[in-house]
């Protein structure tokens, strides 16, 4: 292990964090994830929290119990829920927040927050007059030194995270260059998250992400952001718009943007809305849709379905209505497949959904 790098793995053994000493002497603290930020946070306000929950619910029950323990603590906004944890005099401060999206992002107040927090969490003392480089080149060495030994249930925690995480990165490995594309356009529509961790974009920042997520593919996955981003973020997508990203300049010059292998989507088990509204370069209905099972919304309205092939488009419609039997909103106004479709074929179609909302017209 470098003199300069060291991985704090927390009391489950599990990687939560990796200290960095850079060559001016500074100190870079990085999460493995949100997550792992909640567990460090949690253990130190005394939160009890199930191992089951996503990172969306455990942020959001951790800011309620904050909010019970000291209603002043927390902000409420219609953009964002905030809450400040504080620790023993401020010392560990952290800022929680969940913005509209659900999305949960966490803020140390410093560096040598972070780094208390930890020192903490390992029972370790500490001289609160150490600055941060010195308190983390402390740390560096302290953890380059130490042997961690872990009850079997922690071990049992860490190897079913450890392989849902492996579970994850193998299948964003085999998503498909359109898939990926379509997912990191819609990751920085939605929250600009890439920008947010200071990475250079152009003025199509999906090009630069694109491009990253490729060089990053074949190395190790605790060493890059795109795991990160896959595990936190990505496999936690409830909504997802395709038509910025495929009528994007990047999307059709860069990765030749198609319709095609939507069901490699069903893997997000979150996926709940797909939305193609005014894309009108969509000019038939992809087959593949009726892979992604756990679909409630389908919008495809606004678009040219039905302009090429009507018999084929209305063929895969009935059988993504056998398939899509969780759906309550299928939006088809304003296309040309619904001039096509028979009042009798409009009633077959509304009996195979009968829990859905068909907008014809």
């Known amino acids: 292990m470098s003199d300069n790098y060291a991985e704090y793995l927390g009391s489950n053994g599990k990687h939560q964090h990796t200290i960095q000493r850079l060559e001016d002497n500074s100190i870079k603290v990085i999460p493995v994830s949100t997550?792992?930020?909640?567990?460090?946070?949690?253990?130190?306000?005394?939160?009890?929290?199930?191992?089951?929950?996503?990172?969306?619910?455990?942020?959001?029950?951790?800011?309620?119990?904050?909010?019970?323990?000291?209603?002043?603590n927390v902000v409420s906004s219609d953009a964002k829920k905030a809450a400040i944890f504080n620790g023993v005099d401020g010392l560990y401060k952290h800022t929680i927040e969940q913005s509209a999206n659900n999305i949960i992002t966490i803020t140390p107040d410093s560096t040598k927050a972070i780094l208390r927090l930890i020192f903490a969490d390992m029972n370790e003392d500490y001289d609160k007059n150490w600055n941060t480089q010195t308190m983390g080149a402390k740390l560096i060495d302290l953890l380059n030194g130490e042997l961690h030994q872990d009850d079997a249930d922690d071990i049992d925690e860490s190897i079913d995270e450890d392989e849902k995480a492996n579970e994850n990165w193998e299948w964003w490995l085999n998503a498909g260059s359109n898939m990926r594309f379509l997912l990191l356009y819609e990751l920085e529509r939605q929250l600009g998250i890439l920008s947010d961790n200071n990475c250079e974009t152009d003025e199509d920042g999906a090009f630069y992400i694109y491009h990253r997520s490729i060089e990053q593919l074949n190395q190790e996955a605790n060493d890059?952001?795109?795991?990160?981003?896959?595990?936190?973020?990505?496999?936690?997508l409830e909504h997802l718009s395709v038509t910025e990203a495929s009528q994007s300049e990047v999307g059709s010059w860069l990765v030749g943007f198609c319709f095609e292998h939507f069901d490699r989507l069903a893997y997000l088990s979150e996926l709940k809305s797909l939305s193609f509204k005014h894309d009108n370069t969509l000019s038939f209905i992809p087959h593949s849709l009726a892979g992604i099972k756990n679909l409630t919304h389908l919008d495809l309205s606004d678009t040219s379905i039905g302009a090429d092939d009507p018999?084929?488009?209305?063929?895969?419609?009935?059988?993504?209505?056998?398939?899509?039997?969780?759906?309550?909103?299928?939006?088809?106004?304003?296309t040309e497949i619904t001039d096509h479709l028979t009042d009798e074929q409009k009633d077959e179609l509304q009996e195979l959904l009968p829990k859905c909302d068909i907008m014809f017209d």
């Open 35 to 72: 997550k792992a930020q909640l567990r460090l946070i949690a253990k130190h306000c005394g939160f009890d929290y199930e191992t089951s929950w996503t990172t969306q619910q455990f942020g959001a029950k951790l800011i309620d119990f904050l909010h019970a323990q000291d209603a002043s």
């Open 224 to 236: 890059a952001l795109m795991p990160y981003l896959v595990n936190d973020y990505i496999v936690e």
């Open 311 to 334: 018999e084929e488009d209305i063929e895969n419609l009935f059988n993504i209505a056998k398939s899509l039997q969780k759906l309550l909103i299928l939006d088809l106004r304003n």
